[in-house]
């Protein structure tokens, strides 16, 4: 079996112990009102559930909120697919591969565009400055992640073409361990391990993807909870978008509770949240658009089996009201 194949062995069964670990909502509903099952990184939801401001407000519509961690966003979709969970937080890229595969998803809400969040990086001492010389070097990557778009699109924007790219695709650890050993000639990466390589091997930036990708952060629901619990869905909405106001006036505090979060040092968080642009917004005509080129790059690619639809995921439930 392959590395990749065994990391996604693993990651399927985290999932499938989340599912069962959290009751069902038809259990929950038949005496005791209403349930929310958040599935949630390591990432802004973790400070969302940390504050527990959202059992407050929910208490008393009769809406009880159980949450489940998970180790990545295809995870968290595979759960949602299964019925496990309501709500989630996750990447441009893994809701295309969810919506390829026929869950039943639906968008809430959107971040602002992070672009600076995600950039190519070379060793420090490298003779690369420009990405016009990235043509045939050994690149590595998530493969069917965000920064896959983000290099296709960015030899693109520099007048290199697809056949120029030399993609190994290597999960984050096994590319740092190449980065570091120098098998590879750059590797495209997203904070905050971005950030990490920075402070630790001086990894020098080569390319972000300002003017090239946007990076948002999507917020999910499936299509029948989201019809049936819009109340509950523009309460969780409205928590977030007060977390985001806290953190854009707060960075210092924001830094240091990311950083026990993540298990970093401080200096990594507070580089990564200098890159990080704060706020919530309604999916519109022209973010589902974004979502619908970055699916046809991938159908391109073949890296999905069929092409997607992003505006059958579309939902509109969500009142966005000034804090």
Same mark, same amino acid.
């Given at each position: 079996m392959t590395p990749a194949l065994m990391t996604r062995r693993r990651l399927l069964q985290a999932g499938a112990a989340a599912a069962i670990a959290v009751p069902s909502l038809a259990m929950f509903t038949r005496g005791h009102g209403r349930l929310l099952r958040i599935g949630h990184q390591k990432g802004?939801? #973790?400070? @969302?559930?940390? $504050?527990?401001?959202?059992?407050q407000r929910l208490a008393p519509l009769g809406v009880a909120v159980r949450w489940t961690e998970f180790p990545a966003g295809p995870v968290q979709l595979e759960a949602l697919n /299964?019925? &496990?969970? %309501?709500?989630g937080d996750v990447g441009e890229a893994p809701p295309i591969f969810a919506q390829a595969a026929g869950a039943p998803l639906a968008y809430? &809400?959107? #971040?602002?565009?992070?672009?600076?969040? +995600?950039a190519v990086v070379v060793p420090r001492h490298s003779p690369i400055t420009r990405v016009?010389?990235?043509?045939?070097k050994r690149i590595a990557l998530n493969k069917g992640s965000n920064v896959?778009?983000?290099?296709?699109?960015?030899? +693109?924007?520099?007048?290199? $073409?697809q056949s120029d790219l030399n993609l190994v695709y290597l999960s984050a650890a096994d590319a740092r361990a190449a980065f570091e050993n120098g098998a590879i000639d750059a590797w495209v990466i997203w904070d905050p391990i971005l950030a990490g390589v920075q402070r630790s091997l001086q990894a020098r930036i080569l390319a972000d993807a300002t003017g090239v990708a946007g990076n948002r952060a999507y917020y999910f629901s499936s299509h029948d909870y989201a019809a049936g619990n819009a109340d509950i @869905?523009?309460?969780? *909405? %409205? %928590?977030?978008? $007060? *977390?985001d106001h806290w953190?854009?006036?707060? $960075? #210092?505090?924001? &830094? /240091?509770?990311?950083?026990? @979060?993540w298990g970093l040092p401080l200096p990594v968080s507070e580089l990564a949240e200098t890159r990080t642009?704060?706020?919530?917004?309604?999916?519109?005509? %022209?973010?589902?658009?974004e979502q619908q080129r970055i699916a046809d790059t991938f159908l391109a690619l073949k890296l999905i089996p069929r092409p997607v639809r992003i505006a059958e995921a579309a939902t509109a439930i969500v009142p966005m009201v000034p804090l």
């Amino acid at each position: 079996m392959t590395p990749a194949l065994m990391t996604r062995r693993r990651l399927l069964q985290a999932g499938a112990a989340a599912a069962i670990a959290v009751p069902s909502l038809a259990m929950f509903t038949r005496g005791h009102g209403r349930l929310l099952r958040i599935g949630h990184q390591k990432g802004y939801l #973790s400070l @969302l559930r940390q $504050r527990r401001t959202l059992e407050q407000r929910l208490a008393p519509l009769g809406v009880a909120v159980r949450w489940t961690e998970f180790p990545a966003g295809p995870v968290q979709l595979e759960a949602l697919n /299964a019925g &496990a969970i %309501d709500f989630g937080d996750v990447g441009e890229a893994p809701p295309i591969f969810a919506q390829a595969a026929g869950a039943p998803l639906a968008y809430i &809400a959107a #971040s602002q565009h992070r672009p600076q969040a +995600e950039a190519v990086v070379v060793p420090r001492h490298s003779p690369i400055t420009r990405v016009q010389q990235l043509r045939g070097k050994r690149i590595a990557l998530n493969k069917g992640s965000n920064v896959h778009y983000f290099i296709v699109k960015l030899f +693109e924007h520099h007048g290199l $073409r697809q056949s120029d790219l030399n993609l190994v695709y290597l999960s984050a650890a096994d590319a740092r361990a190449a980065f570091e050993n120098g098998a590879i000639d750059a590797w495209v990466i997203w904070d905050p391990i971005l950030a990490g390589v920075q402070r630790s091997l001086q990894a020098r930036i080569l390319a972000d993807a300002t003017g090239v990708a946007g990076n948002r952060a999507y917020y999910f629901s499936s299509h029948d909870y989201a019809a049936g619990n819009a109340d509950i @869905l523009a309460i969780v *909405i %409205d %928590d977030i978008r $007060r *977390i985001d106001h806290w953190a854009a006036a707060n $960075r #210092s505090a924001l &830094a /240091a509770e990311l950083a026990a @979060l993540w298990g970093l040092p401080l200096p990594v968080s507070e580089l990564a949240e200098t890159r990080t642009t704060y706020g919530t917004v309604a999916i519109t005509a %022209d973010i589902l658009a974004e979502q619908q080129r970055i699916a046809d790059t991938f159908l391109a690619l073949k890296l999905i089996p069929r092409p997607v639809r992003i505006a059958e995921a579309a939902t509109a439930i969500v009142p966005m009201v000034p804090l």
